[in-house]
């Protein structure tokens, strides 16, 4: 509740200070009258906040070198930076022997720590990374500052003088008022209405009360902690166009995100979300999607971008061509991909091709990938493009083999499924040494059934074992006739050993 009482104009010792408040004087019910024979002053009583409010205010106020011990009660989870590194609040206490109050902060950096959260044996945090923690003083420790605070300091505030001690005159109903300090206050909220693109750096929380006409909202370098930190701003913002949170450090903790339905969705927007460490779950169908780039990794190798993705859907899109599901085999952890009602997607043996395409994929369009239909698959297309291979330039030797560059972008893993390997008798010095290129799927089974024809010996008198160039004087015993080749990793240049 706003407190008004009147002030005789003769009290000029007691003159209002324009900067201590925002309002309209439509918004004074019950001011007193004015004295025709003498002018009177309007006095405004702002209310005394909690004292929690007071502590937390502190905090957020101390945004550049003041720091304050006292930490807010909602600490746990809270994004902070310490000498220019952010990271995430996940334990407040003491930690002895050391007397006083401590912070365990888990570091977006892993390599600014020093521990895994623990301390003498005692385990106060966890941290995802060995390294990932330390442990701060909470003097030394950045909260941010509120939105409006924020805004106000770097738009309204830091504008110049208020040039308080210039007074005016205005009506109040039918009175005439003498005020001071006014004009400033409403050049500021005239600036505050006409502000359409703002940019604010750390900024943990805040509400802004006050309608104004913002349409572009930069908040990189934020401290904002969760989503509903960024739900309350935006709501305020009622004609917000474009939100940029680059780096998106309110988004460290997601595990899914969901950007369905949104046209517009291309590849160089994804990259803005690439690095977040913990998403697991991506869905962005009918956004109109069409290529995918990882340009950080080469052929077969694979890319640091998503590092966590394990289930992606990008159904209804316009994915047409095969590079795209080339791409996804760069995704270090994606196992589930749905991927249904595409272009490339129609032909009958789409399905085959994207798991011959994605060694590491279990489950695609919710149906779980089979070890025999994963076999089936990639012996399939290396039958398909076996010739197209050779072509190229490919060989079973691997002296002579140099497929060209433009198949193997087109079929980055047709070589890795296929591995070169030396077969040689042990005990038939007479025997010559063959060589045979084997899809990594075989199994142990099926190479002693291709063996028992090429030496017309029997099947069940067959031995086999490996030695690799990777593991001089040691041979590894393939035991299991149910195991594919690719379980003993056997890889392209190892020699097969075959005893009878």
């Not at 009918?286 to 990794?297: E, K, M, N």
């Not at 980055?412 to 030396?422: A, H, V």
Request: with cysteine; glycine share 6%.
């Amino acid at each position: 509740m706003w407190n008004f009482r009147s002030l005789n104009a003769s009290a000029q010792s007691r003159k209002l200070r324009g900067r201590e408040f925002l309002c309209s004087f439509e918004a004074w019910p019950g001011a007193h009258s004015v004295d025709q024979t003498g002018l009177k002053l309007i006095e405004i009583h702002l209310p005394q906040p909690p004292e929690r409010w007071n502590q937390r205010s502190r905090i957020l106020d101390s945004c550049c070198p003041i720091m304050s011990d006292i930490v807010p009660l909602d600490v746990i989870g809270r994004r902070v930076e310490v000498n220019g590194e952010f990271a995430t609040v996940r334990f407040c206490g003491t930690v002895p022997p050391v007397a006083g109050l401590w912070l365990g902060v888990e570091w977006d950096n892993p390599e600014r720590g020093k521990h895994d959260g623990s301390h003498e044996g005692t385990m106060y945090f966890k941290c995802r990374h060995p390294t990932g923690g330390s442990f701060v003083r909470p003097n030394k420790v950045n909260f941010g500052v509120d939105f409006l605070t924020a805004l106000k300091k770097r738009y309204v505030l830091e504008d110049g003088s208020d040039d308080d001690g210039k007074s005016s005159s205005l009506k109040v109903g039918s009175k005439q008022v003498q005020t001071v300090g006014f004009d400033s206050i409403t050049k500021k909220q005239s600036q505050l209405r006409a502000l359409k693109d703002i940019s604010l750096w750390k900024c943990a929380d805040g509400a802004l009360k006050r309608r104004v006409d913002i349409r572009v909202v930069n908040l990189s370098k934020n401290l904002l902690s969760s989503w509903d930190e960024v739900i309350l701003i935006a709501e305020q913002l009622t004609n917000l166009e474009d939100l940029d949170l680059r780096p998106v450090d309110v988004l460290q903790k997601m595990r899914l995100l969901d950007l369905s339905s949104n046209p517009g969705i291309d590849e160089s927007q994804l990259c803005l979300i690439a690095y977040l460490p913990r998403l697991e779950h991506l869905l962005i169908s009918d956004t109109g999607l069409s290529s995918i780039h990882f340009p950080d990794a080469g052929i077969g190798c694979k890319t640091s971008m998503f590092p966590s993705l394990q289930y992606l859907v990008v159904n209804d899109n316009k994915i047409s061509d095969w590079s795209f599901i080339n791409e996804l085999d760069k995704l270090q952890s994606l196992q589930a991909l749905s991927c249904t009602r595409n272009p490339l997607t129609e032909g009958n043996k789409a399905k085959e091709i994207i798991i011959a395409k994605i060694g590491q994929l279990k489950t695609l369009n919710r149906s779980e990938i089979l070890p025999d239909e994963r076999r089936g698959a990639e012996l399939d297309y290396q039958k398909a493009f076996g010739n197209e291979w050779k072509r190229a330039g490919g060989h079973t030797d691997p002296d002579k083999n140099r497929p060209n560059e433009e198949f193997l972008l087109a079929h980055p893993r047709y070589q890795l499924l296929c591995s070169t390997l030396k077969i040689k008798c042990s005990d038939k010095l007479e025997q010559k040494v063959l060589e045979k290129q084997l899809p990594d799927s075989m199994t142990i089974q099926k190479v002693k059934g291709l063996l028992s024809r090429l030496l017309k010996v029997p099947v069940s008198e067959l031995l086999l074992s490996y030695e690799s160039p990777k593991m001089p004087g040691r041979e590894i015993e393939l035991g299991d006739d149910l195991q594919s080749l690719q379980f003993y990793s056997v890889e392209n240049g190892d020699c097969l050993l075959v005893r009878w």
